[in-house]
């Protein structure tokens, strides 16, 4: 059983910066893929971006494709979600999430949740 806790969120203003934290524990972290999704009000969970259990591959969403990036230390059992260039239209609760040995964009591929943390851009 993996548990994962968000950290990081809050309110920004159009054009910032922030980095979300996700600290994971009770299993064997660099075998997980790691993913970032997020839901926004009255619209359905997104995929945002994942890297793999080594850390040397990551895959993102267009949206956010060369302003967010992700990274992971695997000594510390955490992953990184750096946005920068924030817009309104990235307001969303942000979740991570751990895959066993497969690297997907896909929520039903994911099988842990952590419980998200807010991102509120404001124009």
């Known amino acids: 059983q993996v548990q994962l806790v968000e950290s990081g969120g809050g309110l920004v203003q159009a054009g910032d910066s922030l980095r979300l934290s996700c600290a994971a524990s009770?299993?064997?972290?660099?075998?997980?893929?790691m993913g970032w999704f997020r839901r926004s009000p009255g619209k359905e969970r997104e995929f945002v971006g994942a890297?793999?259990?080594?850390?040397?591959?990551?895959n993102y969403a267009d949206s956010v494709k060369g302003r967010f990036t992700i990274s992971r230390d695997n000594a510390k059992n955490t992953v990184t979600l750096q946005m920068h260039s924030l817009k309104p239209e990235d307001t969303a609760a942000y979740y991570c999430?751990?895959?066993?040995?497969?690297?997907?964009?896909?929520?039903?591929?994911?099988?842990?949740w952590g419980q998200g943390t807010q991102v509120t851009v404001s124009s």
């Open positions: 999430a751990a895959a066993l040995n497969i690297f997907g964009t896909l929520e039903r591929q994911y099988d842990y």
């Open positions: 009770g299993g064997t972290f660099s075998l997980y893929t």
């Open positions: 890297i793999t259990g080594s850390g040397r591959t990551t």
